[in-house]
T-cell receptor, first 114, second 115 residues
Framework: EAGVTQSPTHLIKTRGQQATLRCSPISGHTSVYWYQQALGLGLQFLLWYDEGEERNRGNFPPRFSGRQFPNYSSELNVNALELEDSALYLC?????????????FGEGSRLTVL | GENVEQHPSTLSVQEGDSAVIKCTYSDSASNYFPWYKQELGKGPQLIIDIRSNVGEKKDQRIAVTLNKTAKHFSLHITETQPEDSAVYFCAAIVDRGSTLGRLYFGRGTQLTVWP
């Protein structure tokens, strides 16, 4: 069975541009989470979607947004890119809206902002 | 919100030795504590977790202990092997209100096991 898949693997943008990252959860998983992994900072919670609704968002500015589609896939949009947005963006999925239990992570999308 | 601190940031051990990674948390309402292992170029993978009503949990060479009074939890790896080399993250969750669903991660420990 396929795991969580993310695209693109790498993305290079310049300041002020927009980036769109995509995630396909494990089949049957309805919850999708986005985390930012900047160098040396661990994983920072960005967004949580379940059944197409945003359930919670982390302490990031509004230019970080996303959505979840009817097939439970998700995209993360980052507008007006800044240099400090350079990071690995990880998507994870889980079955149902329970907040306990294993999160299954993808391998991430590496965003570089020049 | 919750604040999770993790130590050490790097840890080198000889194959066969034990490794211990420690984490503290700030919110006494935290009730679930997973540990994730991240190998180079991969996403994090859950290796063990513990809930707040349990003091210790073991799975083969891996164990986690939780001290709710002191608000700290630890990962113990015995008989380490080179394939244990990776970055390990502890995390905590406070399942209420604005923090619902949000895992708070430590900054990670780079474990290197020398053959």
């Amino acid at each position: 069975e396929a795991g969580v898949t993310q695209s693109p693997t790498h993305l290079i943008k310049t300041r002020g541009q927009q980036a769109t990252l995509r995630c396909s959860p494990i089949s049957g998983h309805t919850s999708v989470y986005w985390y930012q992994q900047a160098l040396g900072l661990g994983l920072q919670f960005l967004l949580w979607y379940d059944e197409g609704e945003e359930r919670n968002r982390g302490n990031f500015p509004p230019r970080f947004s996303g959505r979840q589609f009817p097939n439970y896939s998700s995209e993360l949009n980052v507008n007006a890119l800044e240099l400090e947005d350079s990071a690995l963006y990880l998507c994870a999925s889980r079955w149902g809206a329970s907040t306990w239990g294993e999160l299954f992570f993808g391998e991430g999308s590496r965003l570089t902002v020049l | 919100g919750e604040n999770v601190e993790q130590h050490p940031s790097t840890l080198s051990v000889q194959e066969g030795d034990s490794a211990v990674i420690k984490c503290t948390y700030s919110d006494s309402a935290s009730n679930y504590f997973p540990w994730y292992k991240q190998e180079l170029g991969k996403g994090p993978q859950l290796i063990i977790d513990i809930r707040s009503n349990v003091g210790e949990k073991k799975d083969q060479r891996i164990a986690v202990t939780l001290n709710k009074t002191a608000k700290h939890f630890s990962l113990h790896i015995t008989e380490t092997q080179p394939e244990d080399s990776a970055v390990y993250f502890c995390a905590a969750i406070v399942d209420r209100g604005s923090t619902l669903g949000r895992l708070y991660f430590g900054r990670g420990t780079q474990l290197t096991v020398w053959p």
